[in-house]
């Protein structure tokens, strides 16, 4: 009998993730998307099957999977009357991919378990070129019977798939995955910018310092683009802002020590400022650029 899939959240990362769960054998994969005109055009694209709500969706699942915007959304998705828990069989699994709160995850885990279903949240790293190419990095956080089963179907779209723990331990590592990469990038930014500045020849500099340990994803993956000022490459300013203030959130329930991060959050909300919150990531060298002062 074919495995049922239900995968809620067609945005840039949910439309080409659905779309790999979508070849898989033996299994049947039903979509909902806030804007159904978007599921209209999964489906004409992919196998599957459409819910009229996301209560539609759950009914029936083995596997329900969301990526959606932030903790608002999975309140409004999971919860209540007509949420997916109200309507997800006993024994279903459900796997977040949204970045959202520790807290959240831990709540809605809670509350999976009351219900006898199971609870994974598994936000990702990569972005949308990760996964339309199926290599994204997911970090999971849940039961490990959960991860177990889940694992074999979260390959299909996954460079790397590791259990951090329980329930909360996934959003908890991609806070650090987004603290490490802001830094990275703030770091990128200026080193350009003092190139720049400095009228070095800007490619042949990256040429020698890709090759040592200045080296990073984001230099081979967006340096080029950052010299071209073109930043429609990937996530966006708004999203970081998210993400960046649910780490902020967590350090100050922990104790962390954050400078840098807030330094760059501060950055980001700059990049906003000036019309740049759809840009990508990469967009802190632009406020650099905006800001230059001259000696």
Not at 18 to 42: C, F, M, P, T, Y
Not at 63 to 74: E, F, Q
Not at 238 to 243: I, Q
Request: a negative charge; proline letters at 3%; glycine letters at 10%.
């Amino acid at each position: 009998m074919a495995m049922q899939i239900s995968f809620i959240g067609l945005g840039v990362m949910g439309y080409p993730m659905a779309g790999h769960l979508a070849g898989l054998k033996e299994v049947q994969v039903r979509v909902w998307n806030r804007s159904s005109d978007k599921s209209r055009r999964w489906l004409e694209e992919y196998p599957g099957s459409l819910a009229e709500s996301p209560a539609e969706a759950a009914a029936g699942a083995d596997l329900i999977i969301t990526c959606v915007g932030a903790d608002p959304d999975l309140a409004a998705l999971y919860l209540g009357p007509d949420g997916i828990m109200a309507h997800a069989p006993a024994g279903a699994l459900l796997v977040d991919h949204t970045t959202a709160s520790a807290q959240m995850a831990r709540n809605l885990a809670e509350e999976a378990q009351r219900r006898q279903l199971q609870w994974l949240d598994a936000p990702v790293s990569g972005g949308q070129q990760g996964a339309q190419k199926g290599q994204l990095t997911i970090m999971c956080g849940g039961e490990k019977t959960a991860f177990e089963r889940a694992r074999p179907v979260l390959d299909v779209y996954a460079r790397a798939i590791n259990h951090l723990g329980a329930a909360g331990a996934g959003q908890l590592t991609k806070c650090v995955n987004q603290i490490a990469v802001a830094g990275v990038l703030q770091g990128l930014a200026e080193g350009l910018h003092f190139a720049e500045e400095a009228g070095l020849n800007r490619e042949a500099v990256l040429q020698v310092i890709s090759q040592g340990a200045a080296q990073s994803w984001q230099m081979d993956n967006r340096s080029a683009t950052m010299l071209a000022e073109q930043y429609e490459h990937g996530f966006a300013v708004d999203w970081m802002r998210k993400d960046l203030a649910i780490c902020l959130q967590e350090a100050r329930s922990n104790g962390a020590a954050l400078p840098a991060t807030a330094l760059i959050d501060q950055f980001y909300g700059d990049v906003q400022g000036i019309g740049g919150g759809r840009w990508d990531t990469s967009s802190l060298l632009e406020r650099l650029r905006r800001n230059r002062k001259k000696p």
